[in-house]
Nanobody
């Protein structure tokens, strides 16, 4: 059974950086490599939003709010997706999740990112 495991969050000062990781456990290389994957976030009192995605062909897209600051990447051999977050702001505070963009799996527990305002 496939399971999403996010990690790498924490408390960081404005302007700082974090690198989030997402493991799709229970998946095999040939299946994972075909996934279009995304990083989502949900801030307190707000809906979950997609902030970055990467296709199986490694085409990336970003929300306007993170463009130029966040970078999504993937390692198919490790069945992982990463989100490098630089120049963090208070409004980036949220729980971050990863998932298959086209065929969502059960959501993982997410990883908390806190950037004091």
């Amino acid at each position: 059974q496939k399971r999403l495991v996010e990690s790498g969050g924490g408390l960081v000062q404005p302007g700082g950086s974090l690198r989030l990781s997402c493991l799709v456990s229970g998946s095999i290389f040939s299946v994972f490599s075909g996934y279009d994957m995304g990083w989502y976030r949900q801030a307190p009192g707000k809906q979950r939003e997609l902030v970055a995605s990467i296709t199986s062909d490694r085409i990336t897209t970003y929300a306007d709010s993170v463009m130029g600051r966040f970078t999504i990447s993937r390692d198919n051999g490790k069945k992982k997706v990463f989100l490098q977050m630089n120049s963090l702001k208070g409004e980036d505070t949220a729980v971050y999740y990863c998932n298959n963009v086209r065929e969502p799996l059960a959501w993982g527990q997410g990883t908390q990112v806190i950037v004091p305002s």
